[in-house]
């Protein structure tokens, strides 16, 4: 599993403007949320890659 740094040092190395988050599940990686806001910070769009079974489960509503 790569650490939240790594993952956002990858991002910042890469001028696509769509960053994939997809897993296993990614909604089970801990620093999910942290992720999904350091990738939209840096002004990129996501596409989650999921099966869908944690969403109400991880979602914050």
Known sequence: MMSLEDCLRSVDECPAPVVTITGG???LY?????LVRGVLDRGKHIYFCTNG???EKRLIT
Do not use: G
């Open 53 to 55: 079974i944690l969403l």
């Open 25 to 27: 599940e990614p909604f």
């Open 30 to 34: 801990p620093p999910i949320y942290d």
